[in-house]
């Protein structure tokens, strides 16, 4: 054995023990992150990981740790965009954004991210399918869920239509050299760096989505560059997430971060307070001031990007008659559920917008008044008869969902409407084409700073609401072309009001009930901070334990 004198052991940063000379790091050194658990309603409600498959509230929990875009969004700053995994883009012309690649950043497998995998990303193997065409106007219908059903690497079809919604129009993506990537448009687009920057632009392994055996396996245990990487996801039991330590942001604070679905509330608040779990989410408003009196725990969070709605189908035998619909709208008191219910911690909005829209934001627009002497009227005019009309409803998937639907209906009987409440188990339950389908609980969210990412994102010729065959129109799909390939944005803002006049006033195809708010709690001694939105931060700078 060779004699190395402590000069040398610093020198070499190195230990030589029985003949083998070991990193320093590799011995001596015990991992004292901790293990974080998180108690959540729910962790995916298709039962698995895939971005462009799981686009939920709660899935974008979950999302942030493990996945990440070219653009990012600043979770403590109103999400701007700021640089992702790419450190910086340009706009080559109306079609074309160049994007430049950081370079050393590693996926979960240990690969080095480099352009072929953004390419593979936005591809017909993970995204479009075979068949893809940029020039199709075709409305791709999709169903709400896959689980277990799906064969071998064939991506389900639902996975086609989100993506097809997302990037309507992406003509291609290509590999200008190892980290530049340019990204083409079919048609003019201002809105390419926030779709970017939101739903479906995460980056994935090429290598990891082609060694798996199936599409399932993939998306229960996806590799991509977050600061986390799933080491075992349990559909409707637990995630479990260990640190990536390559990760190019910096060592991620946890160690394990263990997300553990607890539907019932009462549940999530006695683990919280027994110490069984670190951070609960979903807390309803009645609970907060409770929560925050109690000088070992906290309650954070607030208004988010997301609107809480409720969907017609305009098919439905009793609400082909737009004035039925537009009856339903003006009999809901919204401002007595955001009082009675939310003890005023969220707020009526203006319509299916929000003020982050900057310049395409409609200034003056409000929802449908609450107006009952107006919604009888309507329905004299309609001759409607009281014919059911049934409302599905999910068992507290969000916030107040089965206290808000039945305050709805004692609103709705009041003015003459009967629509009954019918329970229903899963998304599946909810979007079946059955001849009852009538109105549904959702809500809808903005991706980015425009109302590409909302309005035309799920009401427009692509958006779910089309895609299920609820719903169309066609003025509105028009305009929603039109809007993605006009740059001048007085004209655009135009079209979006226009749109709101459709969608909320003529032809309704949703009626905005409040902005959603989201709360989560947490051990008080834990240095973390909620982000605007319904995505959890845990990376090195927003997190850290007492000692």
Known sequence: MTHLDRRQLLTTGSLAIGGLLLPRLAIGQADNRPTISIAVQQVATSANLEVVRERSNVGERVQASIFEGLIARDYQNQLKPIPGLAESWRRIDERTVELSLRKGVKFHNGDELNADDVVFSFGPERMFGSGYSSTSSKTLFTTVMTRDSVEGKALPPEVVGIAKRIWPSLEKVEAVDKY???????????????????????????????????????????????????????????????????????????????????????????GLLTGEYQFICDVPPDQVSTLDKNPKFEVQGGLVTNHRITVFDKHHK??????????ITHSIDRQAIVDSLWAGRTRVPPGLQWEFYDKMFVEGWTVPAFDPAKAKELLRAANYKGDPIPFRVLNNYYTNQVGTAQILVEMWRTVGLNVTIEMRENWQQIFEQNGQRAIRDWSNSAAFSDPISSMVGQHGPQGQQQQSQEWENVEMNTLSGEMETEFDMVKRKAMFKRMLEICEREDPAYTVLHQTATFTAKRKDIAWKAAPAFQMDFRAGNFKMPG
């Open 180 to 270: 530049t990537v340019r990204f083409v448009n079919r048609v003019p687009d201002v809105t390419l760096e926030g779709r970017l920057a939101g739903a479906a632009g995460e980056i994935i392994s090429r290598r990891g989505f082609m060694e798996a055996k199936s599409w399932i396996e993939w998306s229960r245990k996806p590799i991509a560059t977050g600061p986390y990487k799933v080491r075992e996801f349990r559909p409707d039991e637990s995630l479990v997430l260990d640190a990536h330590d390559d990760y190019w942001g910096g060592r991620p604070p946890i160690k394990t971060l263990r997300f553990i679905v607890v539907p019932e509330v009462s549940s999530r608040i006695n």
């Open 318 to 327: 009793t609400l082909v008659d737009p004035r039925v619909r537009q009856a």
